[in-house]
C-alpha cells in the first residue's frame, strides 16, 4: 500500500470514529457533505455534517485532520480556515489527531478560532469531552 493510501485510509478511519461518537450522542451525521463552492468555485465537501444539536440549529461541520508522520496536512489548514470563515453557512469544529502535526501549524490553528465560524480546534480526547459536556450535557 502506497504512502498516500495508507494516509486516506488513516484519515477515513479517524472520521469514523468522530462520527461514532457523535452518534453514540444522539446526533444526526452526514459524511463529506457538500456545503457549496470553495473559494477555488470547486465542490466543498465537509468531512461531517452534524444536525440535531440545540446549541447549533443550522447545524455544525466537523473536519478532521489526521497526520501520523511528516506530510503535508498542515500546510492545508490555512485553506481549510478560509473557507470555513468565508464559505460555511454554519460553524465548525477542527479535530487535529496523530501526533504528526507541526506545534507552530497547531498554534497557528488555535490562532484563528473566532467563536463564531470557527469555533474550536479540538485533540482526539478534547472532542469527545467536548461531546460530552458542551453538546450533550447542554441539550
Excluded at 19 to 42: E, N, T, W
Aim: proline fraction near 5%.
Amino acid at each position: 500500500m502506497s504512502s498516500g493510501s495508507r494516509a486516506n485510509l488513516s484519515g477515513k478511519t479517524a472520521e469514523h470514529i468522530l462520527a461514532c461518537i457523535l452518534k453514540h450522542h444522539g446526533f444526526v451525521v452526514k459524511p463529506q457533505y457538500i456545503a457549496g463552492r470553495s473559494i477555488y468555485d470547486c465542490e466543498l465537501k465537509i468531512d461531517l455534517f452534524v444536525e440535531g444539536i440545540p446549541a447549533f440549529p443550522k447545524g455544525l461541520a466537523v473536519e478532521s485532520k489526521w497526520q501520523d508522520v511528516k506530510g503535508s496536512v498542515d500546510e492545508k489548514l490555512p485553506y481549510l480556515v478560509t473557507n470555513i470563515k468565508s464559505i460555511y453557512p454554519f460553524p465548525a469544529v477542527i479535530v487535529i489527531h496523530g501526533g504528526g502535526t507541526r506545534p507552530g501549524a497547531i498554534r497557528w490553528l488555535k490562532s484563528q478560532v473566532d467563536q463564531d465560524k470557527l469555533i474550536a480546534v479540538l485533540s482526539l480526547e478534547e472532542f469527545v469531552s467536548w461531546v460530552t459536556r458542551k453538546l450533550t450535557l447542554a441539550a
